[in-house]
T-cell receptor, first 114, second 112 residues
């Protein structure tokens, strides 16, 4: 089955801890994205990557970090510097960064800070 | 600042009727507009893409219009079914950027 997976589905974090959200795709897509979704707000872009070993900040990158060591994987680390990390995090991929390309989304990870 | 507005109130319609959802934008000149469906607790699923030089796009029971003068897109679902109940998001991208800006979504409920 081709697709994009995220784990875990639910994640609880204590204040001051860093946590890493996993995102894997087997669609052979070059581009990958991380979004954050909060109630009453649209999806907001955190980071995106066009190719391996390259990534760019999105609109709300502060307090987050990413890596792209493999084409299939684009993990997101939520650091303790992120002031309000409780949210629904969505990973997506597309064949490239073209504006006409469909983004395929994963099932999401709901992060709650205790 | 750039703003995308979708009706935050839920839209309830009777099965078999046509659902029409709106996406308005200000301070933005999108070249591309996409519509996605999102079910509770899940990731969005792509439905349709329309370019600024296209007035209308259709796919099965779905139709999207794009009016750059009114700065508005309309999303229609004809012969609606309870299975169409979901939140629908619009997303816009301008020339010269790879980033899509998403609206907050409109929740549609189709009543049997």
């Amino acid at each position: 089955d081709g697709g994009i997976t995220q784990s875990p589905k639910y994640l609880f974090r204590k204040e001051g801890q860093n946590v890493t959200l996993s995102c894997e795709q087997n669609l052979n897509h070059d581009a990958m994205y991380w979004y954050r979704q909060d109630p009453g707000q649209g999806l907001r872009l955190i980071y995106y990557s066009q190719i391996v070993n390259d990534f760019q900040k999105g609109d709300i990158a502060e307090g987050y970090s990413v890596s792209r060591e493999k084409k299939e994987s684009f993990p997101l680390t939520v650091t303790s510097a992120q002031k309000n990390p409780t949210a629904f995090y969505l990973c997506a991929s597309s064949s490239d960064l073209a504006r006409t390309d469909t983004q395929y989304f994963g099932p999401g990870t709901r992060l709650t800070v205790l | 600042s750039q703003k995308i507005e979708q009706n935050s109130e839920a839209l309830n319609i009777q099965e078999g009727k046509t659902a029409t959802l709106t996406c308005n934008y200000t301070n933005y000149s999108p070249a591309y507009l996409q519509w996605y469906r999102q079910d509770p607790g899940r990731g969005p699923v792509f439905l349709l893409l329309i370019r600024e030089n296209e007035k209308e796009k259709r796919k099965e029971r779905l139709k999207v219009t794009f009016d750059t003068t009114l700065k508005q897109s309309l999303f229609h679902i004809t012969a609606s079914q309870p299975a169409d109940s979901a939140t629908y998001l619009c997303a816009l991208a301008a020339w010269g950027t790879y980033k899509y800006i998403f609206g907050t979504g409109t929740r549609l409920k189709v009543l049997a």
